[in-house]
């Protein structure tokens, strides 16, 4: 069993900055992959971007490259999303995920992953 605990969220204007944080209780993280997904109003959820614990891989979606940046700090099992240049498209409700890393599942499928954080909500002001 993985909890996940998100938090960093909160009200930016356009161009500014955030930083996300997800801290995960298992020791065995470094076995799994972690994503960040968000869900706006109305839509449905979507891909971020993920990394794989022990190799340090990443992924991003088109929108977010160059803008978004994840890490991952193995002494304390936590993740992190650092958000610059947000734009008022960036809203949304940010939930972080944990899926075993051997998955052959696509990691940029919300199915790939196992474990769910409660989410933390993002909101960029124009």
């Known amino acids: 069993q993985v909890q996940l605990v998100e938090s960093g969220g909160g009200l930016v204007q356009a161009g500014g900055s955030l930083r996300l944080s997800c801290a995960a209780s298992?020791?065995?993280?470094?076995?799994?992959?972690m994503g960040w997904f968000r869900q706006a109003p109305g839509k449905e959820r979507e891909f971020v971007v993920y990394i794989t614990w022990s190799s340090g891989n990443t992924a991003y979606v088109d929108s977010v490259k160059g803008r978004f940046t994840i890490s991952r700090d193995n002494t304390k099992n936590t993740v992190y999303l650092q958000m610059i240049s947000l734009k008022p498209e960036d809203t949304a409700v940010y939930y972080c995920?944990?899926?075993?890393?051997?998955?052959?599942?696509?990691?940029?499928?919300?199915?790939?992953?196992?474990?769910w954080g409660q989410g933390t909500q993002v909101t960029v002001s124009s």
């Open positions: 995920a944990a899926g075993p890393a051997y998955s052959t599942t696509s990691p940029l499928l919300a199915r790939a992953y196992k474990y």
């Open positions: 298992a020791r065995t993280i470094k076995n799994y992959r």
